[in-house]
């Protein structure tokens, strides 16, 4: 195979991105500023849907949907819609946080989605997240220096632990972050002073952990990335990308929706199974004088790729992969497929990707699990079952998916957002 193309510049951003962006409401707002740049506005959804052709975009929670209406574009225009989600397993602060025993302060957590436990040990963390005020505003804070830790139990009082690690997540993911006794209050006022706000202004919170270690070039030739919450931020920034570049190009609106809580099943307000960008599609029909029919001609005629994170093939464990599916990093986006449609890809979406890849000059790649190894699932089921449009699966191929930090291949973001502008001009 032949050395893909490797713009260097979109994975550098990449990677002030992820840094930028320890949380979903960091994610977003980093999004919307890039948007804004490139000509977006914001729209309320309280306000009536603007009627003009451009680029607009709206914030709800840490869901970000963006679209941009050709001039003249007829009420029945299909979408062509790029998904991904915000949210990555990490450990949550729990509604009274301060605890602690044994002379030590710690932060009572709520583990969030599917980690890699023993991930999050012995490493440096942070705390981000927003605060919503009495008010009614809220403000984001990125605590960024190290401020928690989980420590492991050191071998010499655990003589098995290489053998067996085994973690209640009640009692050994408490991180400690200093010395003392506990006092109700303390940690969302340490919160709120890094915030600039007074303590007694806030009555709600939404915090969790970070890994402070920034992303890094890895490997003999830098050819490999690491970095956390990789899943799924690649895409995120990958589709602001590609709906930037889409601005004005094919017969059909470009839209991207990055939504929340997919690693805890999609199921809110602001996740894959919500009404949020079925309830976007419509309006932008109809705010355009639209009929009940040229909503439906619209949803008919759209397709949506959900781009999400997949499995490179493991070196140490290559059994645990489908002996003739074994996708490598920088491979280029794998096509993700499975019979039970825990991924949406049939035969149509496989015809449109194949195309789509050729058209930008990509390499592509395919990604089905070992019969033994169930198989993960994506925003790609909800989205297709809810607002009934066409979807098929894709994403970058990686390693220790779901930990602290992880690897794919350094020029894949890069290919993937190729693929995704591609895809848009149709």
């Given at each position: 195979m032949t050395?893909?193309?490797?713009?260097r510049?979109?994975?550098?951003?990449l990677m002030r991105?992820?840094?930028?962006?320890?949380?979903p409401?960091h994610a977003?707002?980093?999004?919307?500023?890039q948007?804004?740049?490139?000509?977006?506005?914001e729209?309320a959804?309280?306000d009536?849907f603007?009627t003009?052709?451009?680029?607009?975009?709206?914030?709800?929670?840490?869901?970000?949907?963006?679209w941009w209406v050709?001039d003249?574009?007829?009420?029945h225009?299909?979408?062509?819609?790029?998904g991904?989600?915000?949210d990555?397993?990490n450990?949550?602060i729990k509604?009274?946080?301060d605890t602690?025993?044994?002379?030590?302060?710690?932060?009572?957590?709520e583990?969030?989605?599917?980690p890699l436990?023993?991930?999050w040990l012995d490493r440096?963390?942070?705390?981000?997240?927003?605060?919503a005020?009495a008010?009614?505003?809220?403000?984001?804070?990125h605590?960024?220096q190290?401020?928690l830790?989980?420590p492991q139990?050191?071998i010499?009082?655990?003589?098995?632990?290489?053998?067996a690690?085994?973690?209640?997540?009640?009692?050994?993911?408490?991180?400690?972050?200093?010395?003392g006794?506990?006092?109700?209050?303390?940690l969302?006022?340490y919160?709120a002073?890094h915030a600039?706000?007074?303590a007694?202004?806030?009555?709600?919170?939404?915090?969790m952990?970070?890994?402070?270690?920034?992303?890094a070039?890895l490997?003999?030739?830098g050819?490999?990335l690491a970095?956390?919450r990789?899943?799924?931020?690649?895409?995120?920034?990958a589709?602001?990308?590609?709906?930037?570049?889409?601005?004005?190009n094919?017969?059909?609106?470009?839209?991207?929706?990055?939504?929340d809580?997919?690693?805890?099943?999609?199921?809110?307000?602001?996740g894959?199974?919500?009404?949020l960008?079925?309830?976007?599609?419509?309006r932008l029909v109809?705010s355009?004088?639209g009929?009940?029919?040229d909503?439906?001609?619209a949803?008919?005629?759209?397709?949506c790729?959900s781009?999400?994170?997949?499995?490179a093939?493991h070196?140490n464990?290559?059994?645990?992969h489908e002996?003739?599916?074994?996708?490598?990093?920088n491979g280029?986006?794998m096509?993700k497929?499975?019979?039970?449609?825990?991924?949406?890809?049939?035969?149509?979406?496989?015809a449109?990707f194949?195309?789509t890849?050729?058209?930008?000059?990509?390499?592509w790649?395919?990604f089905?699990?070992?019969?033994?190894?169930?198989?993960?699932?994506t925003?790609?089921?909800?989205?297709?079952?809810?607002?009934?449009?066409r979807?098929?699966?894709?994403?970058?191929?990686?390693l220790s998916?779901?930990?602290?930090?992880e690897?794919c291949g350094?020029?894949?973001p890069?290919l993937l957002?190729s693929?995704?502008?591609?895809?848009y001009e149709?």
């Open positions: 050395e893909p193309r490797f713009d510049t979109h994975t550098d951003d991105f992820i840094q930028a962006s320890p949380s409401y977003v707002a980093n999004a919307a500023k948007l804004v740049t490139a000509g977006f506005t729209t959804e309280t009536a603007p003009e052709p451009g680029g607009h975009y709206l914030i709800r929670g840490g869901t970000l949907v963006a050709p003249g574009a007829p009420a225009t299909p979408f062509r819609i790029v991904s989600h915000t990555s397993p450990l949550r509604p009274r946080p602690g025993r044994a002379g030590w302060r710690q932060v009572g957590i583990v969030y989605g599917g436990w023993n991930s440096d963390l942070g705390l981000s997240g927003r605060l005020l008010d009614g505003s809220q403000r984001l804070v605590i960024e190290p401020f830790r989980v139990l050191a010499h009082l655990h003589r098995s632990t290489n053998e690690l085994t973690l209640d997540p009640q009692t050994h993911l408490e991180p400690v972050w200093g010395l006794t506990p006092t109700d209050g303390e969302i006022a919160v002073k600039g706000v007074a007694e202004d806030v009555l709600g919170w939404d915090l952990t970070h890994d402070v270690q920034p992303p070039y490997g003999r030739d050819e490999l970095a956390p990789m899943d799924n931020l690649v895409s995120v920034h589709s602001v990308a590609a709906v930037i570049s889409a601005v004005g094919g017969d059909s609106i470009p839209v991207m929706v990055a939504n809580h997919e690693e805890i099943g999609s199921k809110s307000d602001t894959a199974e919500g009404p960008l079925l309830t976007v599609l419509r109809h355009r004088g009929s009940y029919d909503e439906a001609r949803l008919a005629g759209s397709f790729i781009a999400d994170m997949g499995h093939v070196p464990y290559p059994e645990k002996p003739n599916h074994q996708p490598v990093p280029g986006p096509l497929v499975n019979a039970t449609q825990r991924y949406t890809t049939d035969a149509n979406g496989r449109l194949a195309t890849c050729e058209k930008a000059g990509v390499p790649q395919i089905v699990s070992n019969n033994r190894q169930p198989c993960g699932s925003i790609g089921p909800s989205t297709a079952a809810g607002v009934g449009i979807t098929v699966d894709i994403g970058v191929a990686a998916m779901h930990s602290a930090r690897l350094a020029a894949d890069y957002a693929c995704l502008a591609a895809f149709g």
